[in-house]
């Protein structure tokens, strides 16, 4: 009768006939699945729900995995805000041996408890996702996520601790990428570490699509220490990444008396470094084509002899190598203006000629060449 009256157009007794026939058979699945879509059909959502729901149960309690699964995912399409069910599919799908399938649904789960404010059960999807990470291997915008969501529970410290032991098993790894994303995640818990900020910074504009993030974290570190030469160097480098040339050659008048008191105390070779006189390695990396072990070991060089010449020529080629124009110009404007400083006169022309041959028509260096020709 259900089946006539619902050929006919009469969904409201389609409706009541398979309910009187649910409740003379409350064990018969097939009513229960029929009358479920008709109530769809009609707009009562919440009454087709539960019966699916509970049709899936009934699947996962007599072990038909598979027709529970898509019951489930029938009402996660007619209900997306059942976190739970979420939670059911993915231990479902762990079952069934689909761990992809599971950690997308603990991760949506996660997410849905955190908007919610239900830290707990949010800690508790980001564990159980992690549990099927596979082997030697970390899914880090997950570990990140979870820390983020534990430090939100009280527990900075300890998500700190765990995202630094993140970054020291993906940097080992060479995964600078991951790296980046791991280093925000420790500056969102605590912004107040300026090594961190200039470290993130640093990451962001290497990758040369994301300067304006880089900036953030240089602005930052610039507001607790403003007279740290590296971050004013690094914001140099944002600006001019950013093309606001005007700001980068701001940042780099203001670097002028750093450099003029750093040669001033400078003379001869830094007795604490220990790869002075080792320039020639970074020509082996980039030999080698190993651009991106070239940029850390001549960065290396700048960090220990920041107000010599030779380190910054270095490191302007190894930032050629990685692609990066505007970090090749940067270290050749510094390494301009501390020849000029030490009165170099026709070293800081080379430096400059060479400037304009990597880029044409830089206003900042073509402002530099018209200062020195001038004078």
């Given at each position: 009768m259900a089946f006539a009256r619902l050929r006919a157009g009469d969904r409201d007794g389609a409706a009541q006939a398979l309910t009187e026939a649910l409740i003379a058979d409350p064990g018969d699945e097939r009513i229960r699945l029929e009358l479920a879509e008709v109530l769809v059909v009609l707009g009562r959502t919440t009454e087709a729900v539960s019966l699916l729901h509970s049709l899936a149960t009934r699947c996962i309690e007599a072990g038909i995995h598979d027709e529970a699964?898509?019951?489930?995912?029938?009402?996660?399409?007619?209900?997306?805000?059942?976190?739970?069910?979420?939670?059911?599919?993915?231990?479902?799908?762990?079952?069934?041996?689909?761990?992809?399938?599971?950690?997308?649904?603990?991760?949506?789960?996660?997410?849905?408890?955190?908007?919610?404010?239900?830290?707990?059960?949010?800690?508790d999807a980001w564990c159980k996702l992690l549990e099927l990470e596979p082997e030697g291997a970390r899914d880090v915008p997950a570990r990140v996520e979870q820390a983020e969501t534990l430090a939100r529970a009280g527990f900075a410290q300890q998500?700190?601790?765990?995202?630094?032991?993140?970054?020291?098993?993906v940097e080992d790894?060479?995964?600078?990428?991951?790296?980046?994303?791991?280093?925000?995640?420790?500056?969102?818990?605590?912004?107040?570490?300026?090594?961190?900020?200039?470290?993130?910074a640093q990451l962001r504009l290497d990758e040369r699509d994301r300067p304006e993030r880089a900036l953030a974290a240089l602005q930052s570190a610039f507001r607790f220490d403003p007279q740290?030469?590296?971050?004013?160097?690094?914001?140099a480098f944002a600006f001019l990444s950013l093309g606001e040339h005007a700001k980068?050659?701001?940042?780099?008048?203001?670097?002028?008396?750093?450099?003029?008191?750093?040669?001033?105390?400078?003379?001869?070779?830094?007795?604490?470094?220990?790869?002075a006189g080792r320039l020639w390695e970074v020509d082996v990396f980039l030999r080698y084509n190993l651009p991106r072990r070239a940029l850390a070991h001549a960065r290396a060089h700048v960090r220990v002899l920041p107000f010599r010449v030779e380190p910054r020529i270095k490191l302007h080629e190894a930032?050629?190598?990685?692609?990066?124009?505007?970090?090749?110009?940067?270290?050749?404007?510094a390494a301009a203006d501390l020849a000029t400083l030490g009165d170099r006169v026709d070293e800081t022309r080379r430096i400059l000629e060479r400037?304009?041959?990597v880029a044409p028509g830089h206003p900042l260096v073509e402002a530099k060449w018209r200062e020195h020709t001038s004078t």
């Open positions: 699964r898509h019951l489930l995912e029938r009402v996660l399409s007619l209900d997306r805000s059942r976190v739970d069910v979420r939670m059911e599919l993915a231990l479902l799908y762990r079952r069934l041996g689909h761990p992809l399938e599971s950690r997308g649904h603990y991760r949506d789960a996660a997410h849905r408890y955190d908007e919610r404010g239900q830290v707990a059960e949010s800690l998500a700190l601790e765990g995202l630094a032991q993140l970054a020291e098993w790894r060479a995964l600078l990428g991951d790296l980046a994303q791991v280093l925000e995640g420790m500056v969102l818990i605590d912004p107040t570490d300026a090594a961190r900020l200039k470290r993130l740290d030469l590296l971050t004013l160097e690094l914001l980068a050659a701001s940042v780099r008048r203001e670097l002028l008396p750093f450099y003029a008191r750093g040669i001033a105390a400078d003379a001869g070779p830094s007795p604490t470094d220990p790869n930032y050629l190598a990685c692609e990066s124009i505007e970090g090749a110009v940067n270290e050749l404007l400037a304009r041959l």
